[in-house]
């Protein structure tokens, strides 16, 4: 079965971190870039990072871009996120997802955080889901 498993999450204070990782099984990671998102009840789901098959080309939604930082190991098929400077807003589910490149793409592209819309729902560019981690920050 190819899956992808988050572990991490957990209560944390205010301005404190996390290192949230990402483990795959199944499939190997080269050839898929790998995204983080997150998830409030009620609320649409949000990209927070993106990194190519290659590691070169890293993205992050600006709120994060500063205070998170993503990698990977392919070898060890795990991808990380570091969070720094953690706020109440960012209390939320964070799922990781695979996107395999397609034919042709080059090793630096990373898939769009955006979805489509097809028949009333939300089409994301990734193949592969884990089912989350919960972050909660709190004091």
């Known amino acids: 079965q190819l899956q992808l498993v988050e572990s991490g999450g957990g209560l944390v204070q205010p301005g404190g971190s996390l290192r949230l990782s990402c483990a795959a099984s199944?499939?190997?990671?080269?050839?898929?870039?790998i995204g983080w998102f997150r998830q409030v009840p009620g609320k649409e789901r949000e990209g927070v990072s993106c990194i190519s098959s290659s590691g070169g080309r890293t993205m992050y939604t600006n709120s994060m871009k500063g205070r998170f930082t993503i990698s990977r190991d392919n070898a060890k098929k795990i991808v990380y996120l570091e969070m720094n400077r953690l706020s109440p807003e960012d209390t939320a589910v964070y799922y990781c997802a695979a996107s395999r490149t397609p034919p042709g793409y080059g090793v630096n592209w990373c898939p769009s955080f955006f979805p489509a819309t097809e028949g009333g729902r939300k089409v994301y560019e990734y193949d592969y889901w884990g089912q989350g981690t919960q972050v909660t920050v709190s004091s």
């Open positions: 199944g499939f190997s990671l080269d050839g898929y870039a």
